[in-house]
């Protein structure tokens, strides 16, 4: 049965995060997303925390969290900075997902460990410059030529980029079929003909870098093929299903900021003679923040509960990441329309939030193809 309260070790974890979060990443959130560079230092410190290590068994030199515990930890960071939270929903739910779901034995204990501990950060590359929400259509190619494989393409859009030690790559192994002609390959940086290019200019989550990564006849060993050959794409189906449960918690983390620093903002400000938070208007456009806030967490919670169950949640996790990620943009709307022309200067984080919360409506499967899922269930349609 599903428990709505968290156990003591959650309850410290989340209160741990949240005082990282305000002391360590909040103070500097502005200026990594100015400068598009999360420190060293901080990733560091965060890494000590085990916060790059949480999905990770303890014999791997993870922090064992769990995928509420990962909800937990991304959506206190995302609170204060959501670029940095897309960084560890990255490396944690895609590259580590991946790796976790799909590797050998040999494979986990050789690339885990470093990841777990902050000593490199992961990135994985599934998006092409032609195939985005139709990832099964990507060309980047994988031939076998004796004991290496060799892998040419163009990825893009990939998180982590400029600074991972390791990639996950998505690669077609086979002409036979769109979606099961597909494999995964652990490829490490230092790979002669592996890429990138120069930081992407968004127009939010700035702090996390994001690159376009060229592969020019790079090769890796047999060893690195990470999964079952021709089925990548059946595990990387599997591994956005669990990562998009992060994202759902990233969402919540930005809303939770914007009402947070809403209310902060009307506490202080006066019109009409009284406080902003004494006009009936403003008070139900924070009552609807803080009941979406609500509902969105316990849909993405009631997800990770499941997944750390060992069940499927296809359906929850979609619906989790869609409800989430509009609220999210809603809530920062309205945290600007609260605190009106000081909510759209850069002095106040509200516009930053929001900048960063539209990209959880893209990133991971658009609400459009969430909508996709949760219709294919509800109507038993054939996902052919």
């Known amino acids: 049965m599903l428990d709505f309260e968290l156990t003591d070790d959650m309850i410290a974890l989340r209160d741990m995060a949240r005082r990282f979060a305000a002391d360590e990443i909040g103070p500097h959130a502005r200026k990594w997303d100015q400068t598009g560079e999360i420190s060293s230092d901080a990733i560091s410190k965060m890494a000590k925390l085990g916060f790059l290590g949480t999905l990770v068994p303890s014999d791997l030199d993870g922090a064992e969290l769990g995928y509420l515990g990962n909800a937990i ?5 995302a609170r204060h900075c959501g670029g940095t939270a897309l960084m560890l929903a990255a490396h944690n739910g895609l590259c580590l997902g991946h790796i976790l779901h799909a590797a050998s034995e040999e494979q986990k204990r050789q690339f885990i460990p470093p990841l777990a501990r902050g000593e490199m950060l992961g990135a994985w590359c599934l998006t092409e410059p032609g195939s985005g929400s139709d990832a099964a259509a990507l060309k980047t190619r994988a031939v076998l030529k004796g004991d290496e494989w060799v892998l040419n393409g163009a990825k893009m859009f990939i998180t982590n980029g400029h600074t991972a030690g390791v990639f996950v790559v998505l690669a077609r192994t086979s002409d036979e079929s769109k979606s099961r002609g597909i494999s995964a390959f652990i490829v490490e940086r230092n790979r ?34 990470c999964g079952q050959l021709n089925n990548g794409f059946i595990d990387t189906l599997k591994v956005l299903e669990r990562g998009r449960i992060g994202i759902g918690a990233l969402s919540v983390g930005l809303a939770r900021g914007a009402l947070e620093e809403s209310l902060s903002y009307a506490k202080q400000r006066e019109q009409f003679g009284k406080p ?34 060992g069940e499927g949640t296809e359906v929850e996790s979609a619906t989790a990441k869609l409800f989430a990620s509009e609220m999210a943009t809603r809530a920062c709307l309205n945290g600007i329309q609260i605190c009106g022309g000081y909510g759209y200067m850069k002095e106040l984080p509200i516009e930053r939030l929001m900048r960063d919360a539209k990209l959880c409506e893209i990133g991971e499967g658009s609400s459009q ?11 038993q349609l054939d996902k052919g």
């Open 73 to 77: 930890v991304i959506e206190e960071v």
């Open 192 to 225: 002669p003909g592996l890429s990138t290019g120069p930081k992407e200019d968004k127009m939010g989550m700035r702090a996390s870098d994001t690159v376009p990564v060229t592969l020019d006849e790079v090769r890796v060993p047999k060893a690195n093929l």
């Open 276 to 309: 902003l938070t004494g006009h009936q208007t403003l008070q139900f456009m924070m009552a609807d923040m803080a009941m979406e806030i609500d509902a969105a967490r316990l849909l993405v919670r009631k997800a990770a509960w499941l997944q750390d169950r």
């Open 369 to 379: 193809v969430q909508r996709m899922i949760i219709a294919r269930s509800l109507l």
